[in-house]
């Protein structure tokens, strides 16, 4: 198989057909200020420092060599995230980072949100949350 070949056999995210792309609904408690804008250097700079790094490995970044969750080398490239079960857009990403067991009961990915949960200290803003989503979404 030659590069052309590869090249034609991915399908870009913005095309999938409607019927592939999943549906569930997020939670309605579960929110995310819509009017803030990660930055991509200070998403890997947070996440080089995050707990992140304990189980997720990056290829390139020595100090995320996690392996209890999923390898986010390529994250930015998958159609989906929680094992499949949302689109890889930044809305589900934002929230996914803030409350991952709000989306996902059973998740292992414990809660990052900032006030999320009443009096549970979540460890990022919205800001450090998007900052850290546009970092990963840029993983391709």
């Not at 609904?25 to 992140?52: N, Q, W, Y």
């Not at 292992?108 to 006030?115: I, N, Y």
Request: hydrophobic share 40%; charged share 20%.
């Amino acid at each position: 198989m030659n590069v052309s070949d590869t090249a034609a056999a991915t399908f870009p995210r913005n095309r999938l057909p409607e019927w592939v792309k999943p549906k569930t609904p997020t939670p309605a408690a579960l929110t995310f200020d819509p009017s803030v804008t990660g930055d991509v250097a200070r998403g890997a700079t947070i996440f080089k420092t995050a707990p992140c790094i304990a189980c997720h490995a990056i290829r390139g970044v020595p100090t995320a060599a996690g392996i209890v969750g999923p390898n986010l080398t390529h994250v930015g490239s998958r159609t989906t995230i929680a094992g499949g079960i949302y689109p890889n857009d930044l809305e589900h990403l934002h929230k996914w980072i803030k409350n991952a067991p709000e989306m996902k009961p059973g998740s292992l990915m414990p809660l990052f949100g900032k006030a999320e949960k009443g009096d549970t200290p979540g460890l990022y803003t919205d800001q450090q949350i998007a900052d850290l989503a546009a970092y990963l979404s840029s993983l391709k």
